[in-house]
């Protein structure tokens, strides 16, 4: 089993529900989540962020909704926790107004 640790970025994250994919687990694959920082990329708005899993058994869990993001600032919502991923398994983000989020995704896949 190789453990392979990588970083997945998305700018200009979409305004609405149900987000944009973030990242999907590949087939054949467990990933775990390490970090992921959802910045406020706004001129001088507050924004808020939604940060969604999709699971492939079908129980789809919200893991952030509607955290605050002050102008010019980031949240890092793991804290220190860890987030299992399994092959299919979707991330998706979005923010309360379009393209004025970027999400960046640390995570180690093991296959």
């Known amino acids: 089993m190789a ?30 989540l390490i ?32 955290a605050p993001v002050p102008s010019g600032s980031a949240l890092e919502m793991m804290s220190g926790n860890k987030i299992v991923m399994e092959a299919s398994d979707i991330l998706k983000a979005y923010a309360s107004a379009a393209s004025s989020m970027d999400c960046t995704l640390s995570l180690m896949e093991i296959t």
Request: glycine content about 6%.
């Open 35 to 66: 970090g992921v920082t959802l910045a406020n990329t706004a001129a001088s708005a507050s924004i808020t962020a939604t940060v969604s899993l999709t699971n492939n058994d079908g129980d789809n869990v919200t893991l952030l909704k509607n």
């Open 3 to 32: 453990n392979t640790f990588k970083v997945k970025t998305k700018l200009d994250v979409s305004g609405s529900a149900p987000g944009d994919t973030i990242y999907t687990c590949p087939s054949s694959t467990t990933a775990v």
